[in-house]
């Protein structure tokens, strides 16, 4: 995707420093060891969550440039509405993944997008982590009921749709039969951990906003798809929290 003559658009260079900072980030972790069990990597995780995150600073990495000040403020707004999505680890042969899903094409601000499976705090959920656990049953077909959650990692703001996002973190002994439920997944897109940590797939581009406006975006390249936005920064964070326990 390019911005055509005479358009605006926001340069490049506001991102060199994040995308190169991010790309370094991922050699790192191409010494440490991902090809793990995928108990060691529940592990590892569960100690992590119960640390110190790196928190907004490894979101950033991965944010649309420039950045929005509502996604760096001291609080979001009081009417903010509460979403949960799931992070789902699961082994496949001797590899460990987890899904994303594209959402079909609707009115509305994540049309088409790649996402985690999840959705809004409905009335009458316990809790987000009850949340996160039933949209991802309804959208990809997994038993909530095996899945094991493990903690979570840094609340996420989105300022366009106005979302406070809680990324859960669960786990699979088994590879899952997915389902997709046809009106809100277009496609599921089981995403091996280890190709998540290679430097080549963070790219970027502008992203259109209408009347010539762009973001200039970094991105994840996964199956073909443009991964930006709250889940690029969501699995920014997963990447720094796996660094930090790496090694």
Request: a negative charge; proline letters at 9%; one cysteine or more.
């Amino acid at each position: 995707m390019r911005a055509g003559k005479g358009r605006n658009y926001i340069p490049a260079f506001f991102l060199l420093f994040a995308v190169e900072k991010f790309v370094l980030d991922a050699l790192l972790l191409l010494k440490c060891e991902l090809y793990m069990p995928l108990e060691k990597l529940r592990a590892q995780l569960q100690l992590a969550l119960q640390g110190m995150l790196p928190c907004k600073e490894a979101q950033l990495r991965m944010a649309p440039q420039p950045i929005d000040p509502r996604r760096i403020a001291a609080k979001v707004p009081e009417d903010h509405r509460k979403s949960g999505v799931l992070l789902l680890f699961y082994p496949d042969a001797s590899t460990i993944f987890f899904p994303l899903i594209k959402r079909p094409q609707y009115p509305g601000a994540h049309s088409g997008q790649v996402s985690l499976p999840g959705g809004k705090v409905e009335e009458g959920d316990p809790d987000v982590v009850f949340t996160a656990l039933r949209e991802a049953e309804e959208e990809i077909g997994i038993d909530a009921g095996k899945v094991e959650v493990i903690g979570s990692l840094t609340e996420l703001y989105i300022p366009v749709s106005n979302f406070l996002v809680t990324p859960i973190v669960g786990f699979l002994d088994h590879r899952p039969t997915f389902v997709p439920e046809q009106r809100e997944v277009a496609r599921i897109i089981p995403t091996a951990l280890n190709y998540l940590i290679q430097p080549e797939i963070v790219k970027q581009t502008p992203i259109s906003l209408g009347g010539g406006q762009y973001l200039e975006t970094p991105y994840f390249d996964i199956a073909g798809e443009i991964v930006w936005g709250a889940t690029a920064m969501i699995l920014s964070e997963l990447i720094q929290v796996l660094k930090q326990k790496g090694g």
